[in-house]
């Protein structure tokens, strides 16, 4: 339990019931190897996912009046993209509080962006059953509200696919295209590989737990590649 008093000191939420952080911690990879487990993480970032759309919306909506219904949506896709929760997970070192299988640590789970960004919203999901939603909201403040700030001054708000259209038809006059490589896993833990194209040309890789994640860590990946 060291571990998890750590990470409740990190997060600065002294848990009721601290077995709902570590079942926010708990990849599914880890039950292959700990069979007396029967639940993974996945269900509380379900949950975590809704309340982190319904936060940061509410808080948009209020801090920037003067913002359209376009402007707000496509800044609350920077808000809550995988790249963005990833680096706040990074932030608090999650990746060194997760709880995986020794096959899924050594294929760099600890640093892949798809599960820290998961793990966080799993995170969001136990506090508001251990707590309630003004705690989260304290929480999501303490730990993103200065990355609203920071988001907002940003000449563009719009998601990674959008940011990499324009990168791409700017550098090559062409518009990128995506492709899925591989899908694992029965159907409620399905993980896809995207493949982002540019004419027959693979420039990025990227995995989530949905396409529309994936295609959205292949654009990160890609804007990083041509810039």
Same mark, same amino acid.
């Given at each position: 339990?060291?571990?998890i008093?750590?990470l409740q000191?990190k997060?600065?939420?002294?848990?009721?019931?601290?077995?709902k952080?570590?079942?926010?911690?708990?990849?599914?990879?880890?039950?292959?190897?700990?069979?007396?487990?029967?639940?993974?993480?996945?269900r509380?970032?379900?949950?975590?996912?809704a309340?982190l759309?319904?936060w940061?919306?509410?808080?948009?909506?209020?801090?920037?009046?003067?913002?359209?219904?376009?402007?707000?949506?496509?800044?609350?896709?920077?808000?809550?993209?995988t790249?963005?929760l990833?680096?706040?997970?990074?932030?608090?070192?999650?990746?060194s509080?997760?709880?995986?299988?020794?096959?899924?640590?050594?294929?760099?789970?600890?640093?892949n /962006? #798809?599960? $820290?960004a998961?793990?966080?919203?799993? %995170?969001?999901g136990?506090?508001?059953l251990?707590? &309630?939603?003004?705690?989260?909201?304290?929480?999501?403040?303490?730990?993103?509200?200065k990355?609203?700030d920071?988001?907002?001054?940003?000449?563009?708000y719009?998601?990674?696919?959008?940011?990499?259209?324009?990168?791409a038809?700017?550098?090559?006059?062409?518009?990128?295209?995506?492709?899925? /490589? #591989?899908e $694992?896993?029965?159907d409620?833990?399905? %993980?896809f590989?995207?493949?982002?194209?540019i004419n &027959?040309?693979?420039?990025?890789?990227g995995?989530?737990?949905?396409?529309?994640?994936?295609?959205?860590?292949?654009a990160?990946?890609?804007a990083?590649?041509?810039?």
């Amino acid at each position: 339990m060291d571990k998890i008093d750590e990470l409740q000191k990190k997060i600065g939420i002294k848990f009721k019931d601290p077995q709902k952080l570590v079942l926010a911690l708990t990849h599914r990879s880890y039950l292959n190897e700990n069979r007396q487990l029967k639940h993974s993480n996945e269900r509380l970032e379900f949950l975590g996912d809704a309340i982190l759309e319904y936060w940061s919306s509410q808080k948009l909506f209020t801090k920037f009046p003067d913002f359209d219904e376009g402007q707000l949506t496509n800044l609350r896709s920077l808000v809550v993209c995988t790249q963005n929760l990833a680096e706040i997970g990074n932030s608090l070192n999650l990746g060194s509080f997760i709880l995986l299988s020794r096959g899924e640590e050594t294929h760099g789970g600890r640093e892949n /962006i #798809s599960l $820290l960004a998961d793990t966080f919203e799993s %995170i969001i999901g136990a506090i508001h059953l251990d707590q &309630d939603y003004q705690t989260v909201d304290k929480f999501l403040t303490k730990f993103m509200g200065k990355n609203i700030d920071t988001i907002s001054k940003k000449d563009i708000y719009k998601d990674a696919k959008s940011i990499f259209q324009e990168i791409a038809q700017s550098k090559r006059g062409v518009t990128p295209r995506y492709s899925t /490589i #591989s899908e $694992l896993g029965p159907d409620h833990q399905k %993980i896809f590989e995207v493949g982002l194209y540019i004419n &027959d040309e693979l420039i990025a890789k990227g995995s989530g737990n949905s396409k529309q994640r994936a295609e959205e860590d292949a654009a990160t990946k890609a804007a990083n590649i041509i810039v």
